[in-house]
T-cell receptor, first 116, second 113 residues
């Protein structure tokens, strides 16, 4: 069975602080995809990144960076110099890399509050 | 990524009634999905809707309660039938092509009194 654990339920930081959101996953599949989505207070789910299980390169996009470590089954997300607009619930998700197995398994989410 | 719209954006309904939620995409997509997000919770897949075939439901969800239509490659509906307060949730549709990222619609916020 697949499982995603986001141990941090809520995080509160002051603007310009760096913050890391943790994601640990479990799967028996050797190939899979990992995702991060952002859900602002308006409710829509915004796609941030997708990672293939065979690609362990870290990724940086502006103030966002992701650290994928297969050895520890972790896919952590860091926001550098956080801003108030980063306040949202962030979800990590896992999916098998197999035709017909498109179901996303989500973690419980981490609510990030960035205070001015 | 596709542009996805949902109607209604929110609704307040009485218990025992039904609500049909529409999901429209601006391009043809193979797969459409319906998720439920109960208050303060994560997202759970209700069913996968592929055009030309019956929807595939996840464990715990049944067609009588959540009938789904997928008449073409750009549109789907989800009906929440015989509603109870426990059905109060955000319902989100998502779309994706095989092996590709799923993108989500803005969601429908449902409150059942």
């Amino acid at each position: 069975a697949q499982k995603v654990t986001q141990a941090q339920t809520e995080i509160s930081v002051v603007e310009k602080e760096d913050v890391t959101l943790d994601c640990v996953y479990e799967t028996r599949d050797t190939t899979y995809y990992l995702f991060w989505y952002k859900q602002p207070p308006s409710g829509e789910l915004v796609f941030l990144i997708r990672r293939n299980s065979f690609d362990e390169q870290n990724e940086i996009s502006g103030r966002y960076s992701w650290n994928f470590q297969k050895s520890t089954s972790s896919f952590n997300f860091t926001i550098t110099a956080s801003q108030v607009v980063d306040s949202a619930v962030y979800f990590c998700a896992l999916r098998k890399r197999r035709r017909g197995s498109e179901k996303l398994v989500f973690g419980k989410g981490t609510k990030l509050t960035v205070n001015p | 990524s596709a542009v996805i719209s949902q109607k209604p954006s929110r609704d307040i309904c009485q218990r025992g009634t039904s609500l049909t939620i529409q999901c429209q995409v601006d391009s043809q997509v193979t797969m459409m999905f319906w998720y439920r997000q109960q208050p303060g919770q994560s997202l759970t897949l209700i069913a996968t809707a592929n055009q030309g075939s019956e929807a595939t439901y996840e464990s715990g969800f049944v067609i009588d309660k959540f009938p789904i239509s997928r008449p073409n490659l750009t549109f789907s509906t989800l009906t929440v039938s015989n509603m109870s307060p426990e059905d109060s949730s955000i319902y989100l549709c998502s779309v994706g092509r095989v092996e590709e990222t799923q993108y989500f619609g803005p969601g429908t916020r449902l409150l059942v009194l």
